[in-house]
Nanobody, 115 residues
Framework: QVQLVESGGGLVQSGGSLRLSCTFSTAMFSIWDMSWYRQVPGKQRELVAT???????IYADSVKGRFTITRHSTNNTLVLQMNSLKPEDTAKYYC?????????WGNGTQVTVSS
């Protein structure tokens, strides 16, 4: 059974850093486009960053220069390094995998940034 499991969320002060990880239980990690999304109550889920199967990266304008997405095939892990965090980054962060019509979501990890 394919699963995405996130970890690394928590409470941090404004200006601080957090590192989110997502482990993907698949034997074919390299063929998936991997992303982080985030959602706050009452709002639509929004794309934070994507790293494609060819390692191209895409970032939301709101996180450019502060967040870095990387993928690690040795242990099937997706990482989101978040620096210079702001209160508006507070949300539940979700890992997402997509490949030719197949998509999977993790259950999410909460990030809270205090001012």
């Amino acid at each position: 059974q394919v699963q995405l499991v996130e970890s690394g969320g928590g409470l941090v002060q404004s200006g601080g850093s957090l590192r989110l990880s997502c482990t993907f239980s698949t034997a074919m990690f390299s063929i998936w486009d991997m992303s982080w999304y985030r959602q706050v109550p009452g709002k639509q889920r929004e794309l934070v960053a994507t790293v494609t199967r060819t390692s191209s990266t895409i970032y939301a304008d709101s996180v450019k220069g502060r967040f870095t997405i990387t993928r690690h095939s040795t242990n099937n892990t997706l990482v989101l390094q978040m620096n210079s965090l702001k209160p508006e980054d507070t949300a539940k962060y979700y890992c997402h995998a997509a490949c030719v019509g197949n998509t999977y979501w993790g259950n999410g990890t909460q990030v809270t940034v205090s001012s």
